[in-house]
């Protein structure tokens, strides 16, 4: 797809030096474990979709944050790598951002990040974006940057009646002003019972946990007056969506079943499902359809180490997709 015909994406993205310790199990408070593998790259989750989102057809910007150091230096030789303009990419003092994880045998991983000059980011910067951002047709945002350039950036977006997609992760309230301008959120399990107020996750299965989130969408709806779908990734369940036409309307909901697969390291999945969700809605594809994509997409980085390597690019997903029902099952709530 040529960069005059492929549809545009602006990301509030991030970057973290990722290192990675692949070990049998989780270590307990105060013990140490021998790691089996290690591994370091380019990563944090504004970074990961961009990437994503670019390898699958997207004339993407993206507005990141990073240090005076190397890892700046590497940082912007893998954008150049992968296609992505520099325009608002901004070298700030300090150190850029670096993340640490701890990758189990079974997959499932425990992280923390040190956001470094992601954090200096501003409104100013967001607002010297204005122009690449009111021509987006979707703009996507995270917690591992500054929530004043994230907050910024979904005001102009809004105003200019581009979609939003936030990913509320690391996991804090936002506050109203950023709630008021969302038009899509994006959340794991976790994410959603912080989001809904819940004690625990929402279920174990894709039924109950689409039971649990239907019974707060009334208290959710009114709170994020501006949202239209609520994405709640699960895993190997795969993912629900729930949408509305417009506020005050009725909800529906889909669930779109996960490829069975052999998890490997799931550091990076969720990225990859945002990347291939957001590529859907881009394409002007239905909310099953969405889902559909984001699983496949966050399957594939799963089954394997890494998160670079493993985003897959356009040829893969239209590959993939022949192989699967592009679409969800539509659920009573």
Same mark, same amino acid.
């Given at each position: 797809?040529?960069?005059?015909?492929?549809? @545009?994406?602006?990301?509030? $993205?991030?970057?973290?030096?990722?290192?990675?310790?692949?070990?049998?199990?989780q270590?307990?408070?105060?013990?140490?474990?021998?790691?089996?593998?290690?591994?370091?790259?380019?990563? $944090?989750?504004?970074?990961?979709?961009?990437?994503?989102?670019?390898?699958?057809?997207?004339?993407?910007?993206?507005?990141?944050?990073?240090?005076?150091? @190397?890892?700046?230096?590497?940082?912007?030789?893998?954008?150049?790598?992968?296609?992505?303009?520099?325009?608002?990419?901004?070298?700030?003092?300090?150190?850029?951002?670096?993340?640490?994880?701890?990758?189990?045998?079974?997959?499932?991983n425990?992280?923390?990040?040190?956001?470094?000059?992601?954090?200096?980011?501003?409104?100013?910067?967001?607002?010297?974006?204005?122009?690449?951002?009111?021509?987006?047709?979707?703009?996507?945002?995270?917690f591992?940057?500054?929530?004043?350039?994230?907050?910024?950036?979904?005001?102009?977006?809004?105003?200019?009646?581009?979609?939003?997609?936030?990913?509320?992760?690391?996991?804090?309230?936002?506050?109203?002003?950023?709630?008021?301008?969302?038009?899509?959120?994006?959340?794991?399990?976790?994410?959603?019972?912080?989001?809904?107020?819940?004690? *625990?996750?929402?279920?174990?299965?894709?039924?109950?946990?689409a039971?649990?989130?239907?019974?707060?969408?009334?208290?959710? *709806?009114?709170?994020?007056?501006?949202?239209?779908?609520?994405?709640?990734?699960?895993?190997?369940?795969?993912?629900?969506?729930?949408?509305?036409?417009?506020?005050?309307?009725?909800? @529906?909901?889909?669930?779109?079943?996960?490829?069975?697969?052999?998890?490997?390291?799931?550091?990076?999945a969720?990225?990859?499902?945002?990347?291939?969700?957001?590529?859907?809605?881009?394409?002007?594809?239905?909310?099953?359809?969405?889902?559909?994509?984001?699983?496949?997409?966050?399957?594939?980085?799963?089954?394997?180490?890494?998160?670079?390597?493993?985003?897959?690019?356009?040829?893969?997903?239209?590959?993939?997709r022949?192989?699967v029902?592009?679409?969800?099952?539509?659920?009573?709530?």
């Amino acid at each position: 797809m040529s960069p005059a015909s492929a549809p @545009r994406a602006f990301v509030l $993205g991030n970057f973290v030096l990722a290192c990675c310790w692949h070990v049998g199990r989780q270590p307990m408070a105060g013990e140490t474990l021998e790691a089996d593998h290690f591994h370091a790259e380019a990563g $944090g989750k504004g970074l990961n979709v961009a990437i994503g989102l670019r390898r699958l057809g997207a004339d993407v910007q993206t507005l990141i944050g990073c240090g005076q150091d @190397r890892a700046a230096d590497a940082l912007l030789a893998l954008l150049a790598a992968e296609g992505l303009p520099t325009d608002h990419v901004h070298r700030l003092p300090g150190a850029s951002g670096w993340g640490s994880g701890l990758i189990g045998a079974d997959g499932h991983n425990s992280i923390a990040v040190y956001l470094g000059a992601n954090r200096l980011l501003t409104a100013e910067h967001a607002h010297a974006a204005r122009n690449a951002i009111g021509a987006s047709q979707l703009v996507y945002g995270q917690f591992e940057t500054s929530l004043a350039a994230v907050q910024a950036a979904f005001a102009i977006a809004h105003a200019h009646g581009v979609p939003t997609v936030l990913n509320p992760s690391p996991w804090h309230t936002p506050p109203q002003a950023l709630a008021d301008t969302t038009h899509t959120l994006i959340v794991n399990a976790v994410e959603a019972a912080a989001l809904l107020n819940l004690p *625990g996750d929402p279920g174990p299965t894709a039924a109950q946990a689409a039971h649990t989130v239907a019974a707060r969408l009334p208290a959710l *709806g009114s709170a994020w007056p501006a949202l239209r779908r609520l994405v709640v990734t699960l895993g190997a369940e795969g993912a629900l969506g729930m949408e509305r036409a417009a506020h005050a309307e009725p909800w @529906r909901a889909w669930h779109a079943a996960a490829p069975r697969i052999q998890a490997v390291d799931t550091v990076g999945a969720g990225d990859a499902f945002a990347s291939g969700y957001c590529t859907a809605v881009l394409a002007g594809q239905p909310l099953p359809v969405a889902l559909a994509w984001g699983n496949l997409c966050g399957a594939h980085v799963a089954a394997q180490r890494g998160v670079l390597d493993g985003l897959p690019d356009a040829a893969w997903l239209q590959q993939a997709r022949s192989g699967v029902a592009d679409d969800a099952v539509s659920l009573s709530i």
